[in-house]
């Protein structure tokens, strides 16, 4: 049976998600497992509330699927008040990507950009300590439970593949989407999800959508989603040698 769903069934998301946790303001905190709960990647999105085109486009390859992903988990979105409120941080006004227990961590607020092309002067606070915010110690909870090979974390507006580890995923990402794939430095982000899996072992890359539209962004990163979640790591195998000759 194929795995994809006709169009006309997409406006619902099929089986039932776990409660990995809950918000600040009550709103739970939901995780679709994959076929037989065995995890090889786990693909969040929305940890920043101004993102909601991650949550989007991730609910839409999920609802393409006919049947549960071969072996991915997905979270639509980590941060639910965020989104809902319009703001980057979580209703106790914490950036939850600068909230997790790396040995980077630090006390000093954080900054972000009002416009996509101005300074970074919008300020939050990291948190009191790592991991002081339900949704990030929920998600760093459900990282250490799943032990996943890969997670993959839907951002934008940067248009590009943060890749530390340098692997086959992450060059598949960047040949599928046409961004380029580069390593943020974690130094300038501190208590970063990134950072915190940097330190833990646990491979991690970071899908920044480009700024454009939902829409716009349709034709190109929702196959890529959509493919990922229906044969995980798998879908890389065929494509890789020719992506790494391409590169010689």
């Given at each position: 049976m194929?795995?994809?769903r ?5 406006g619902?998301l099929?089986?039932k ?6 918000s600040?303001?009550g ?6 497992m994959p076929e037989?709960n065995?995890?090889?990647?786990l693909?969040?999105a929305?940890i920043?509330g101004?993102e909601p ?8 390859a ?18 639910p ?9 979580n209703?106790n006004?914490?950036d939850l990507?600068r909230?997790f227990?790396s ?5 000093a ?6 416009n996509f092309?101005?300074?970074s002067?919008v300020?939050l606070?990291?948190?009191p ?10 998600l760093?909870q459900?990282v250490e ?13 940067l248009?590009l593949?943060?890749d530390?580890e340098?692997?086959d995923l992450?060059a598949?990402?960047?040949a599928?989407s046409?961004?380029p ?9 501190p208590?970063?999800?990134g ?6 072992g ?11 539209s939902v829409w716009?962004?349709l034709?190109?990163?929702l ?5 990922l979640l ?9 494509e ?6 391409q590169?010689?």
């Amino acid at each position: 049976m194929p795995m994809t769903r006709s169009i006309s069934q997409r406006g619902t998301l099929t089986g039932k998600p776990l409660i990995y946790g809950y918000s600040v303001y009550g709103t739970p905190l939901q995780i679709w497992m994959p076929e037989h709960n065995n995890v090889d990647v786990l693909v969040f999105a929305g940890i920043h509330g101004e993102e909601p085109d991650s949550t989007v486009l991730l609910s839409r390859a999920l609802r393409s699927l006919r049947q549960p992903s071969s072996s991915c988990a997905v979270i639509l979105c980590a941060n639910p008040d965020g989104v809902q409120l319009g703001t980057r941080g979580n209703a106790n006004g914490v950036d939850l990507n600068r909230n997790f227990p790396s040995t980077n961590w630090t006390a000093a607020p954080v900054t972000h950009s009002w416009n996509f092309d101005s300074n970074s002067r919008v300020t939050l606070s990291p948190g009191p300590r790592p991991c002081s915010e339900p949704e990030s110690l929920a998600l760093q909870q459900a990282v250490e439970r799943l032990r996943p090979e890969y997670v993959v974390s839907v951002h934008s507006p940067l248009g590009l593949i943060d890749d530390p580890e340098n692997t086959d995923l992450g060059a598949w990402f960047s040949a599928r989407s046409g961004l380029p794939r580069t390593v943020l430095a974690n130094e300038t982000t501190p208590g970063s999800f990134g950072s915190w899996t940097g330190d833990i072992g646990v491979k991690t890359i970071t899908y920044e959508l480009p700024n454009q539209s939902v829409w716009d962004m349709l034709p190109v990163h929702l196959p890529i989603l959509h493919d990922l979640l229906e044969k995980g790591p798998a879908v890389v195998s065929e494509e890789i040698p020719q992506i790494r000759a391409q590169h010689l």
